[in-house]
């Protein structure tokens, strides 16, 4: 990966993101001792940063593939990525979801556009519905999170961040299937001044922590977190980046990534989801590594259930 | 009131304020069928706009009047906003608040370094009480809606508005005391081109729209609403005003007020009060009227208790 590389991402898919703001809160920097800047991807077209690699990805197609339409699994905030992307770029997408997927993301992807396969709710039953989709159409499968120009896409998050704020000490980012933090690496690769990159993930989805301990992929033990988009793991293109570039990640308990949650509602006035409240939270669990440095967190995406809401 | 006036207050409070941005949600506007720009002062310093007014208020007076201190009686933005505006001019505040608000409340006032007193919850003890505490001390009492300074300080809300969208055709502003409104009207009038001003109250509390049929002030003959900001009569400075300047006054129902306050809290992914849902309301609920039209929404603050949503 090369400036140039990630230069033409962005210029690439500039058209069809938004460039989103850097808010600030006195009040949550009081809290935290040092300087914090939320780079608002909740903001972002389909409120989360998805949108970024997902376009980027489909761009990277050839002609012949596009009309073909793309393929992804995903009950996620990817699953409409793709779909917003696709429509955005006058492609097919095919979203293979499980079927016990709430309603409203299932409207939501049909309402980008996207065209929706239920599935039983196994990973092996996703792959195979996705394999199939891929038979029967010619579709290209689009990875959520462990692909190259994904993972690139992903990166214009950071480099947006870095643009704005040249002299930040630390990024802070959630780690779910490494797509953002593999991103992120490459913006911080990218940039002049050394930039530390720091992982927060929940505990009770810790697999990119004891990845990085063991030296290979491991899987989650659990997945029992409020934090939905940070259940997935690593993979085998994300990994070695994460390797190279992340100097530590720091795991949240549940009731933290709440807390965290609510403050940043409360004193910011933002929707912002559980999976990037880990961020926040990692900076007020490890006070002292922070203390007096110029942070950026990746405030992820905003889209929450409001009628299941954890306070 | 002169533009000269309106840019005088402006330029005395600006240090202490914070400008809010104004946000857009294609979304929004497709459902809508205008366009719409949200003036986002649940942005502001404590959370809303009362900020603004508090604070003009409060320079305002002369510096041996300053000495003594100021009292208000109010359990809602009022109270934080007077408390922070005298905090920054280093001005004690004395907030007479109902014995029954809630603790968050009472603590917020505390923390913006306002002494509160408790009296019963009754509006004959909330000025008896402000009016012990003026003799006492020699305080200035402040009025949270009915006062000059008051409204032209928030008639800096629609004057920044104005100044990034010159060509506005409409600015919707809720309709609580009468004093946003009556600052949008003055900043409206000093404005070159010809922009109307439309309020938005609860048909709960629909005082303001009785009173501009009467032609005199009316009360309120239920106040059972969600907007907690908007269950206040109108004041004879802000009345005649207010029956110069607004074209209309758009009544809305209680689940208007939750679904569109849902609608901006979903699309949009920041926090509004159910106070200043009513401006997209009142905009769903007229559509005809807005067709086609660049409409200013004042989203005037965003302290919502997150224990206690509708949804």
């Not at 519905?129 to 690139?152: C, M, R, Y």
């Not at 977190?225 to 990640?249: S, W």
């Amino acid at each position: 990966m090369t400036t140039d590389q990630l230069n033409h991402c962005h210029d690439t898919i500039r058209p069809h993101i938004h460039r989103t703001p850097v808010l600030f809160s006195t009040q949550l920097n009081e809290l935290a001792g040092c300087i914090l800047m939320f780079k608002c991807e909740n903001f972002q077209k389909m409120g989360a940063f998805k949108m970024r690699g997902a376009t980027y990805a489909i761009t990277q197609l050839p002609e012949e593939l596009c009309n073909k339409g793309v393929v992804t699994h995903s009950s996620g905030n990817f699953a409409q990525a793709l779909s917003l992307a696709a429509q955005s770029l006058g492609v097919q997408a095919y979203i293979v979801m499980p079927e016990n997927a709430p309603e409203v993301k299932i409207a939501a992807v049909t309402g980008y556009g996207g065209q929706v396969i239920l599935c039983a709710p196994t990973m092996e039953q996703r792959e195979a519905s996705a394999l199939k989709i891929q038979q029967e159409t010619g579709a290209t499968f689009i990875h959520p999170s462990n692909d190259a120009a994904v993972i690139t896409g992903q990166g214009t998050v950071a480099k947006e961040l870095l643009e704005d704020y040249p002299d930040l000490d630390i990024i802070v980012s959630p780690v779910g299937g490494g797509g953002l933090i593999g991103g992120t690496i490459l913006a911080v690769e990218a940039h002049p001044k050394k930039v530390q990159v720091i992982g927060a993930e929940p505990a009770e989805a810790d697999d990119a922590y004891r990845s990085l301990l063991s030296g290979k992929i491991e899987k989650n033990r659990t997945t029992n977190t409020i934090a939905d988009g940070l259940k997935t793991m690593l993979g085998d293109i994300n990994f070695p980046l994460i390797q190279r570039g992340v100097q530590k990640i720091v795991r949240i308990e549940e009731k933290e990534i709440v807390d965290s949650m609510r403050l940043i509602w409360e004193r910011m006035k933002i929707i912002v989801e559980p999976s990037c409240a880990v961020t926040l939270a990692a900076v007020l669990k490890e006070k002292e590594f922070f203390a007096g440095k110029k942070v950026g967190l990746l405030i992820s995406g905003g889209n929450v259930d409001l009628s299941k809401l954890p306070f």
